[in-house]
């Protein structure tokens, strides 16, 4: 009984931490997607240089784009012209963070964290992007066709088209398409965080601690296969933190977790080839240990708890926004479970 009120406990602190956060940078996500053209990414990355994978990472890292929408947005760069690396840059900058993801990040981690999050995506994206030009394929690569992995919103792959500013449109991209989308992943994702925080043994934590590569070792292994959106990865790394692993373990996972998962590595394979594969991997995992390392020696002298901002005394913005997010995620959860069962009724 004492587990189930700590487990409680700790769900209702992440979500009353994050939730308003969450919900400002969905609205925010869907206010830039209204705004910038969709047209804008495609025409500016076609350039087998390095100011073309520049152009590509600093596109993705704000970019509104829904997890799964990044592959079909970044196969139609590619058979428009774009070249490896500036296509291998988006894909790993665009996962990894994200308007909502980033203030999120800032209401759980403070500004210190997030920054060092924005930038060490970009400079992972930025290396891994050049090194895809410098080492290019040996064969013509395959391109991966648009159509065949669209997700279940069409504004994930949309054709370019002239976009008419429109309000209501914003909050439909924001809470319907974008959060859809996330929706389940958020949900696992606050749940695990909370069984993480309750159920390591404290002993655990302690040798995870002690033996720091241990822990970045078990983050990159579950992380790499693993499919969680940048939002919802953050609940599981402050589950990690608080339950005594170094935040530069839970940054591993946070830089890892996104921007890879078992679908893109397949994809990256099949659009982009072998090589490149191996670059996109070789240069996500050496990047988030690195820097995760960085991390630990840069807040070292932090308590590793005192960097989840967590108020003990939840304000009723932050309630409210927690109870409103639930409620989109339960919904757009219930509703995946059910859709099957319901499709075959309705036929």
């Not at 995506?121 to 391109?143: D, Q, T």
């Not at 924001?174 to 949900?187: C, G, N, W």
């Not at 969680?228 to 402050?238: D, E, G, K, M």
């Not at 390392?293 to 932050?318: Q, R």
């Amino acid at each position: 009984m004492e587990l189930m009120e700590m487990f409680f406990l700790s769900l209702y602190n992440l979500s009353n931490a994050m939730a308003p956060y969450i919900l400002f940078g969905l609205v925010f996500a869907g206010l830039l997607h209204e705004i910038v053209p969709d047209s804008i990414v495609k025409d500016h990355l076609g350039k087998n240089s390095f100011y073309s994978v520049i152009k590509a990472t600093l596109f993705g890292i704000p970019l509104p784009v829904c997890s799964c929408g990044v592959v079909p947005l970044a196969a139609g760069m590619k058979k428009s012209g774009a070249s490896n690396g500036a296509t291998l840059s988006f894909l790993i900058s665009t996962p990894i963070t994200g308007v909502d993801s980033i203030l999120a990040t800032y209401g759980m981690f403070g500004w210190v964290f997030t920054l060092y999050r924005v930038l060490t995506s970009l400079f992972i994206s930025i290396v891994a992007g050049v090194l895809s030009n410098i080492y290019p394929e040996k064969r013509e690569e395959e391109v991966f066709q648009e159509s065949s992995t669209c997700c279940s919103g069409d504004s994930c792959c949309s054709a370019t088209q002239k976009k008419i500013f429109s309000v209501k449109k914003v909050f439909i991209y924001a809470f319907e398409t974008l959060l859809k989308d996330i929706a389940s992943p958020l949900l696992f994702g606050l749940v695990l965080g909370a069984l993480i925080a309750t159920l390591i043994p404290q002993n655990l934590s302690d040798i995870l601690l002690e033996y720091s590569w241990l822990s970045y070792v078990i983050a990159i292994i579950v992380a790499v296969p693993m499919y969680v959106c940048a939002t919802a990865s953050l609940p599981i790394a402050a589950g990690l933190i608080l339950a005594g692993v170094s935040p530069g373990a839970a940054f591993v996972f946070l830089s890892a977790g996104p921007a890879t998962n078992t679908v893109t590595i397949g994809v990256v394979k099949k659009m982009l080839g072998t090589r490149t594969l191996y670059i996109y991997l070789g240069s996500i995992i050496l990047g988030s240990i690195l820097f995760g390392l960085g991390l630990d020696y840069i807040l070292a002298d932090v308590s590793a708890k005192n960097l989840v901002h967590m108020e003990e005394e939840a304000s009723l913005l932050s309630i409210a926004s927690s109870a409103l997010l639930w409620g989109f995620v339960l919904y757009y959860s219930a509703k995946g479970v059910l859709n099957p069962y319901l499709t075959k009724e309705s036929v």
